[in-house]
């Protein structure tokens, strides 16, 4: 099994998407089969979308981001942990390398855990981000 690595975020708009897209790319142009997940977004937001094209992915999009809710959540509509690992299990055995957006509804430390994947950090520079730094840096810690 290849390279499998989760990228999150000191916030939100640091630039998450356009680091996978970027990596994901450069792996593809290397001949690297890559795979890509955002296992929970909103409808109006296009970062799924921009992944599995950087990549050239053909996959299903109710793989690569198999829950898409609006901006509010319910308690009722928490994502199916088991459910995001069947759906990552399938993208990776078909891929040498999978690159896991993270998601805002899902503690990103949990779904490293859960997946077994390696961080990327994606560190915002505006004031106050050496200490989301270290916060996430710090959790990442503890998860692992």
């Given amino acids: 099994m290849g390279r499998q690595l989760l990228i999150t ?3 939100a708009r640091v630039g998450k998407t356009t680091v996978g897209c ?4 450069a792996m593809r142009a290397r001949g690297i089969r890559v795979g890509v997940m955002k296992p929970v977004d909103t409808p109006e937001s296009h970062d799924a979308q ?3 094209l950087a990549v050239g992915s053909i996959m299903p999009m109710e793989l690569i981001c198999p829950y898409r809710y609006s901006l509010t959540l319910t308690p009722g509509d928490a994502p199916d942990l088991s459910h ?4 990552f299990r399938k993208i990776a055995a078909q891929n040498e390398v999978v690159l896991v957006e993270s998601a805002g509804t899902i ?3 949990d ?8 961080v990327i950090v994606v560190v915002g520079n505006r004031p106050g981000c050496m200490d989301a730094t270290m ?3 710090s959790a990442a810690r503890a998860a692992d």
């Fill in 84 to 87: 995001i690992s069947k759906c």
């Fill in 107 to 109: 503690d990103f430390a």
């Fill in 9 to 11: 975020g000191t916030g």
């Fill in 22 to 25: 970027a990596l994901g790319f």
């Fill in 111 to 118: 779904l490293a855990a859960m997946l077994n994947l390696e």
């Fill in 135 to 137: 916060l996430t840096m």
């Fill in 50 to 52: 921009a992944l599995a």
